[in-house]
């Protein structure tokens, strides 16, 4: 088995959020089988808005020195997986892991090693229709750096108040997912 460095980008603004207890059991599955992991939660950190310079793209840096450009440069460029989680807003990703998507616009002419990327969301709402646009969201993104793919999602719907995700299957396919991480 391959020891791999896992990199979880948990964009809930909540403390105690739903989608990030999903990521935390995902992340202890992936500890359990040998993994090593790092959680970032976007709370508190200052993130600003891409500004669509495209500097990055002769510099491989963003003009933007926040906490957007260290999690880019120092955590996501050499992460083996990477894992988004993220609250539902209006069917879609949270705005702030967007923004980070968009801010990781660097990576896309450096030699990133992630080959597998992972899809945790918590929804108000149950079914498909509740995660698959924000998916897609990913993927589009995912499609822009061909090396990649995305891996496997988890979705815990049914949650609305903090804490609400804890009795819902998605926190075993959580676990189970990270820990089948070969
Ligand atoms: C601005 C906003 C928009 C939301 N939109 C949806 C939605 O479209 N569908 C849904 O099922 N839940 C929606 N919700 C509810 C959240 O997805 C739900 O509370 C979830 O548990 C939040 O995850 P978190 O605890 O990780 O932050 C929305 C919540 C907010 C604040």
């Given at each position: ?11 809930s603004?909540r403390?105690h959020s739903n989608s990030d207890a ?65 609250p ?74 903090t ?20």
């Amino acid at each position: 088995m391959m020891h791999k460095n896992i990199l979880i980008l948990s964009t809930s603004p909540r403390k105690h959020s739903n989608s990030d207890a999903l990521a935390e059991e995902f992340a202890k599955g992936a500890r359990e089988a040998g993994h090593d992991v790092e959680k970032i939660s976007l709370i508190g950190k200052e993130i600003q808005f891409c500004r669509g310079c495209l500097a990055c793209q002769k510099t491989k840096r963003c003009v933007i020195h926040d906490d957007a450009d260290k999690i880019v440069q120092e955590k996501m460029l050499h992460a083996d997986v990477l894992v988004f989680a993220t609250p539902i807003y209006y069917y879609e990703m949270s705005g702030q892991m967007k923004t980070l998507l968009d801010r990781a616009n660097p990576l896309y002419t450096c030699d990133y090693a992630f080959r597998e990327v992972y899809f945790i969301a918590a929804a108000a709402e149950d079914g498909d229709e509740v995660w698959t646009r924000a998916a897609n969201g990913l993927e589009g993104w995912i499609a822009c750096f061909p090396k990649a793919r995305l891996s496997g999602v988890i979705f815990g719907g049914n949650a609305t108040d903090t804490g609400t995700v804890q009795c819902n299957p998605a926190m075993k396919k959580a676990f189970d997912a990270g820990k089948a991480i070969q």
